[in-house]
């Protein structure tokens, strides 16, 4: 006997397909925007180094884009740096904890090393 997964009005399966694909995108989504953060990061770093200040206005606009970016880095794990010839560097690492539904709970380290 074949035994088909239904109930009164139907095949159950569309059902259960639907939600499995929500699950995925969701999934995909909580895991892929600490990725794009971390890169919009990397950009507004650029960006920030490009201006050659000094080290202390550099850091302060960095500290300023990673909190609206919600980027969780602290002034201890950042460093920057400018030389003789203004080439401003500017390095930092954090780590971020994506949480999906309490079923799967992952650590994700950056770092971030710019030179401009």
Request: proline share 3%.
């Amino acid at each position: 006997m074949n035994t088909v997964i239904s109930n009164q009005s139907g095949s159950i399966k569309p059902i259960i397909n639907i939600i499995v694909v929500i699950a995925g995108l969701y999934a995909g989504f909580v895991f892929a925007m600490p990725h794009y953060r971390a890169h919009t990061m990397k950009s507004e770093a650029k960006a920030i180094a490009v201006l050659g200040l000094e080290e202390s206005k550099t850091m302060a606009l960095f500290l300023e884009k990673a909190a609206e970016l919600n980027i969780p880095v602290k002034k201890e794990n950042i460093k920057v740096s400018v030389d003789e010839k203004k080439v401003v560097t500017i390095r930092a690492q954090w780590k971020e904890t994506i949480n999906i539904l309490g079923i799967y709970e992952d650590t994700l380290a950056f770092k971030l090393d710019v030179k401009q």
